[in-house]
């Protein structure tokens, strides 16, 4: 067991009695109500040091001095959609002159092109385009493996599924049995955003229920479908919203084991449109950097022991943020992405990219040891020396916009312009648009 050494055994003796009691409870291997962590959720200053040096003792015991990484590309398949999401700028209504589709063909291409330069993941998520195929997610899954049988299919928000399902007319089980069977391995868990529907009303009318979205991961995981958990944060909500998130997803994660990982994701707010349209009353710009680091750290002290994996995201906080906050609990930064859309879009300047042996020099820049794992956290290859590194082909992309295309391009290029189905595929899809 990792001792808590004695700078944090002073910071413990000077800050706020019930902040202290918490972090000592957490020392202790104690799991966390709501009611002992509520304190920490405002901790600044000194407090908010020994907040993070709890979560990097705990890290340290829990997952030791590697962290991870994976490589993989994103597809983001359509950006049209019919919900309206105030916190989304990525979508676009069907008639837009910006929408696109990227039918199968274009994503296998993609995703065969990625795993020729190593990726051993594709990450699918899209909007829900009106009068979709119900079966299209599953012929989807279908052509990606016949194409690349040894690649992770990590795709579907569970507001996908429902979607999928509802347009199939079939029950969610049902829906994600045969997601399965043909090929899907691991669903994100997206769409969560805050788990409260006071807050989802508001910046989300419309979107999947806290109820809806717990259905779809629990049937998930008890089907054998491991998850990612997130959260959307620096928006309405309050640190106490957050907390109540997390213990949300850690009674779940005591029930069915499925979670792989807890990702927070900060609001990027520039060009959503509940910050454009001001329709979200008392709507924050986002976290602050102290916010960022609470909130990770937080969730390594309070998710406890049945989390193994809390990831900083580089699209949302930037590398550099991300390579501190691994001193604050955090033990994976996520993937290399190649392609990024939904946070480019509200306004992230973190690019859409970052190679494979950059995301290692950030680590071991940290003091730690950078490892690349497989979508499920198995380590496929740990770079114990900075001798055992050797560069990769992603490593020589320099333009990655250029050799792998933009968001932007895709809203301006007739190339892959959305055709509504029924002039696409005829009448069985205009039979579907009906659900
Ligand atoms: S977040 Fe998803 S469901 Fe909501 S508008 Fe954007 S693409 Fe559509």
Request: charged fraction near 25%; hydrophobic fraction near 40%; proline fraction near 4%.
């Amino acid at each position: 067991m990792t001792e808590q050494g004695p700078q944090l055994t002073a910071l413990l003796g000077v800050i706020d009695r019930p902040q202290a009691a918490a972090l000592e409870a957490a020392l202790a291997g104690r799991s966390l109500s709501v009611d002992e962590a509520m304190p920490l959720v405002d901790a600044e200053g000194v407090a908010l040091h020994a907040l993070a040096m709890t979560a990097d003792v705990l890290r340290q015991r829990q997952v030791g001095d590697v962290v991870t990484y994976v490589v993989n590309r994103n597809i983001n398949f359509t950006n049209i959609c019919i919900k309206h999401c105030g916190f989304c700028a990525f979508s676009r209504l069907h008639r837009s002159e910006e929408g696109y589709f990227l039918d199968t063909e274009e994503i296998v291409r993609r995703a065969t092109e990625a795993h020729a330069l190593g990726a051993t993941e594709v990450c699918i998520q899209a909007g829900l385009p009106p009068g979709l195929d119900g079966d299209h997610y599953i012929d989807l899954c279908r052509a990606l493996k016949a194409a690349l049988p040894s690649i992770h299919i990590h795709a579907f928000s569970p507001e996908e599924v429902i979607y999928g399902a509802l347009r199939s007319r079939r029950p969610i089980a049902e829906y994600l049995v045969r997601l399965r069977e043909a090929g899907l391995d691991s669903l994100p868990g997206t769409s969560a955003e805050i788990l409260d529907d006071a807050i989802r009303e508001v910046i989300a009318k419309g979107r999947i229920s806290t109820q809806q979205w717990v259905e779809v991961i629990t049937t998930a995981h008890k089907l054998g479908i491991r998850t990612t958990s997130t959260m959307m944060y620096g928006h309405i909500e309050s640190g106490a919203d957050q907390l109540r998130h997390m213990a949300v997803l850690r009674s779940i994660q005591e029930e069915t084991g499925g979670f792989t990982e807890f990702v927070p994701l900060s609001f990027v707010y520039a060009e959503t449109p509940m910050h454009l349209r001001q329709s979200a009353p008392g709507l924050r710009r986002g976290p602050s950097a102290n916010e960022i680091i609470r909130t990770h750290a937080l969730a390594r002290v309070f998710l406890g022991a049945s989390f193994r994996n809390i990831q900083a995201s580089w699209v949302k906080d930037g590398l550099k943020l991300g390579q501190w906050l691994l001193s604050c609990g955090v033990n994976d930064l996520g993937g290399t992405l190649i392609n990024e859309s939904i946070s480019t879009s509200a306004g992230a300047g973190h690019g859409q990219f970052v190679g494979p042996a950059a995301l290692r020099r950030a680590i071991r820049g940290a003091g730690r040891i950078p490892a690349e794992r497989s979508t499920l956290y198995e380590l496929r290859k740990v770079f114990e020396r900075p001798e055992d590194e050797v560069e990769g082909p992603l490593d020589r992309i320099d333009d990655a916009d250029g050799a792998f295309g933009t968001y932007r391009a895709l809203t301006r290029s007739s190339e892959h312009r959305f055709i509504m189905p029924r002039r696409r595929r005829g009448a069985d899809s205009e039979r579907a648009e009906e659900v």
